[in-house]
């Protein structure tokens, strides 16, 4: 665990040349800019974590905060050449078990992907092909990675759709994808990602498309595919609430960056950013009494073209005008730790922090 | 229908003379049904139809917020666009403010669209990227034929600074407003005509969670100030227990619960409630572990198409037994302010207590439910069963016909 704290100071701090991790998977200094005619987006802008096998780490955020361009980076799925001539820049370094993925030969990482690390998409309809059995599609993923006959990859596909809970898996496997429902499409698309037992999953928005009951299920699937397959898990979501039931850890992101991190329950109980009390408000919570207001978050997300100077959240901040010392608004506050394996990135002081946290925001929650 | 007096009454910005005090009957609907036709072949005969809304009563009353929940395909969209007249019901009777509008046309309407207006879920699809926020705001005025006091332009500008957005922005297109903002448009446009309900169809499930906040926060506002009726539906059952008064919660195109929001949420009646609320993920990292509180159901809701004869939950209910599969339960008060549609409800005594075996489905269910939650809710029954037998006046006691499972419900009747 101690990589966290390295990985944590190591953002701003030159990482280039630095040896490969012993963390399973560590993202350093991540950049993804894609060229527009209005100018740079900068999706993310700066990005470092890692994540441990068997362990959950939870991405939360708003739209356009790069959570999904963040996972698309790791898989290597921006360098595709989908952006014709504007291809996205990227920069900084993706260790995955020892080896530096934006370096790596292209065809080296084409066999990782899928076998090592695999992805679940938000909406499986569009991410199923129409024209093909949910079986082929689960043995065509199987065969690239592994040499063996279509029977053997078969019975594999039935297993995996088995193993994921579809009923009668041997007759479904040779049915399409519109003949299944939503929550058996995202539970064929997870028997897909996993059919090659993956050592890092990425579920982006894995349930946003679902109902709250099927969400459910698929929340217990994906929990129980862990424990069996000990993989790492990346979970991207803007609900706090599924966050909160499968990560161990927890990464805030606004406006292509970090803003705080750390384990789910310090970002929960202690959290340290403004916008993280932000998120908190905002939600209305079943498990508690009801409130009258919620406490919603002032304005709208920052355009990632011209990001704010300074804290990206300045401008939405109830807190900018707490006095600060030595600091001016236009410096980017960096990540900072707060507590063990706890960061964020504010120039408010601890103190400060913990003062408006206690007698502000808390009893408010 | 004065025509011209309510067009001043509405210029002036005032309420209209026949409004309905809070706490009245605002709107009241009963068997309403809506099939849609399946039609296949050459001559398009009809070969069955989606029941998306199949037998509805319920009434909103003046001032209040009925919230709608369901899974997707319940028919809570359809239900919305029914008493908003946008769909024509295949049965049953809506009332407003105690005029009949099931049946009345585009042009009979049109008086009534002042007072009923809705927002829509996707603040992206429901305005018309060719047209300046101030003409979609001012076109309610246009098509009613309404001069507000101080002209239109005046007016449009009070309501986009009613709903929260800069009144010099009338000239600006939907595309240059975030999809928080452009969902404060619609609500502006909703306003426009002073109206008496709104029907607001996940009117922040398209949003960001703080945007979310500040959307809800509006509304809430709104009603407060202008004295609004919401029906609100949506498939979010905090943003509905935050934003209600009451709640309906729907299954199949039936409503299988109706109650007070503190009552539903304290204690669900109906089994689907239950699971329903059961499932949403709780924001709280050290209840990660709590996991046997949920109560997991099983497959997908079948199709609207055939629904399942008697209760339509019980293919997927842990506590069905045979009289679920032959009787539709009908919605009972069965405490002050809570309505639920249940043979076997949760937190009450039982309906059909001589019926005790489950069906092998109703056991394959209960097997996902977690002892735990079986044990509590055996033991909530048993105590509410003794509270009532202690109080024999209003026991609603099996009858002697109770195990020919077919003259059950009316024996239920109190």
């Given at each position: 665990m101690t990589e966290l704290s390295k990985s944590g100071a190591a953002v701003g701090e030159p990482v280039k040349d630095s040896p490969a991790p012993s963390a399973f998977l560590e993202v350093r200094d991540l950049k993804v800019h894609f060229p527009t005619d209005d100018g740079l987006v900068k999706s993310v802008d700066g990005l470092s974590f890692t994540l441990e096998k068997g362990k959950t780490l939870g991405i939360v955020g708003e739209s356009g905060s790069g959570k999904s361009v963040t996972s698309l980076g790791i898989m290597g799925l921006h360098t595709a050449g989908q952006y014709g001539k504007r291809k996205a820049q990227i920069s900084g370094e993706i260790w995955l078990d020892g080896t530096e993925l934006l370096t790596a030969d292209p065809d080296h990482v084409r066999k990782l992907r899928g076998r090592e690390m695999a992805m679940i998409f938000q909406d499986p309809l569009s991410a199923l092909h129409p024209y093909y059995t949910i079986g082929q599609q689960i043995v065509e993923a199987y065969r690239i990675h592994h040499k063996v006959d279509k029977k053997t990859a078969r019975r594999r596909a039935v297993e995996m759709l088995d193993r994921v809970g579809i009923p009668q898996p041997d007759k479904r496997v040779d049915s399409y994808p519109h003949e299944f429902s939503g929550g058996m499409r995202q539970r064929a698309m997870i028997a897909m990602s996993l059919v090659n037992n993956p050592e890092l999953l990425i579920a982006d928005e894995p349930t946003t498309a679902l109902d709250v009951t099927v969400q459910a299920q698929i929340l217990d699937l994906i929990r129980d595919l862990q424990k069996e397959f000990g993989s790492a898990v990346i979970v991207i979501t803007h609900d706090l609430g599924v966050v909160a039931e499968l990560s161990d850890d927890?990464?805030?992101?606004?406006?292509?960056?970090?803003?705080?991190?750390?384990?789910?329950?310090?970002?929960?109980?202690?959290?340290?950013?403004?916008?993280?009390?932000?998120?908190?408000?905002?939600?209305?919570?079943?498990?508690?009494?009801?409130?009258?207001?919620?406490?919603?978050?002032?304005?709208?997300?920052?355009?990632?073209?011209?990001?704010?100077?300074?804290?990206?959240?300045?401008?939405?901040?109830?807190?900018?005008?707490?006095?600060?010392?030595?600091?001016?608004?236009?410096?980017?506050?960096?990540?900072?730790?707060?507590?063990?394996?706890?960061?964020?990135?504010?120039?408010?002081?601890?103190?400060?922090?913990?003062?408006?946290?206690?007698?502000?925001?808390?009893?408010?929650? | 229908m004065a025509n011209s007096a309510q067009r001043e009454g509405v210029a002036a910005g005032a309420t209209l003379n026949r409004d309905a005090a809070p706490g009245e009957t605002l709107l009241k609907v009963t068997g309403l049904q809506k099939h849609f036709p399946i039609r296949k072949g050459l001559l398009q005969r009809q070969v069955g139809a989606v029941r998306a809304v199949d037998g509805l009563d319920f009434e909103v009353k003046s001032g209040e917020t009925l919230g709608v929940v369901g899974e997707s395909g319940c028919g809570k969209s359809t239900m919305g666009r029914l008493i908003t007249r946008l769909l024509e019901p295949t049965a049953g009777k809506v009332e407003f403010e105690g005029k009949d509008i099931t049946h009345l046309g585009v042009g009979a309407m049109r008086p009534m669209r002042r007072d009923v207006q809705m927002i829509f879920q996707d603040p992206y699809s429901s305005l018309n990227p060719r047209h300046t926020i101030g003409t979609i705001i001012s076109a309610p005025f246009k098509l009613q034929g309404v001069t507000p006091e101080g002209g239109v332009k005046k007016e449009v500008q009070r309501l986009l600074s009613v709903v929260g957005l800069n009144p010099e922005h009338y000239n600006r297109y939907p595309h240059e407003f975030s999809g928080g903002q452009r969902q404060r448009i619609g609500i502006a446009r909703a306003l426009a005509l002073n109206p008496k309900m709104v029907v607001a169809d996940e009117p922040v499930s398209a949003l960001d969670v703080s945007i979310q906040a500040q959307v809800v926060n509006l509304l809430d506002d709104l009603q407060q100030e202008l004295g609004l009726t919401y029906v609100i539906i949506a498939h979010d059952l905090s943003v509905v227990r935050h934003v209600s008064d009451r709640i309906a919660v729907m299954y199949l195109g039936k409503i299988v619960e109706l109650a007070d929001r503190d009552s539903l949420y304290k204690a669900p009646m109906h089994p689907y409630t239950k699971a329903l609320m059961s499932a949403v993920p709780i924001p709280d990292p050290r209840r990660k572990s709590a996991k046997s509180e949920r109560i997991l159901l099983q497959g997908d809701v079948p199709s609207p198409i055939a629904p399942p004869s008697g209760c339509r939950f019980h293919t997927r209910c842990w506590k069905a037994t045979q009289i679920c599969t032959t009787t539709e339960p009908p919605l009972l008060e069965l405490k002050p302010g809570q309505q639920v549609a249940c043979h076997h409800p949760e937190n009450f005594e039982d309906q059909a207590p001589q019926d005790t075996v489950l069906l092998t489905v109703a056991k394959q269910a209960a097997e996902l439910v977690a002892d735990e939650v079986l044990a509590e809710s055996a033991a909530t029954s048993a105590a509410v069963a003794a509270e009532v037998a202690a109080t024999p006046a209003e026991t609603p006691t099996a009858s002697p016909a109770a195990t020919a499972p077919e003259d059950e419900a009316p024996a239920k009747e109190k």
């Open positions: 927890i990464l805030v992101m606004y406006g292509g960056r970090c803003i705080e991190r750390g384990p789910a329950e310090k970002v929960f109980y202690e959290p340290k950013h403004p916008y993280t009390w932000g998120l908190l408000g905002s939600m209305p919570r079943l498990d508690r009494e009801q409130t009258e207001r919620l406490i919603p978050v002032k304005g709208s997300p920052p355009s990632l073209i011209n990001l704010p100077t300074g804290c990206a959240f300045n401008p939405r901040c109830s807190y900018a005008d707490v006095p600060k010392d030595n600091v001016t608004r236009t410096v980017r506050p960096e990540l900072a730790q707060v507590g063990s394996q706890h960061w964020a990135a504010c120039h408010m002081t601890p103190e400060q922090r913990e003062r408006i946290w206690t007698e502000e925001i808390a009893p408010k929650l | -």
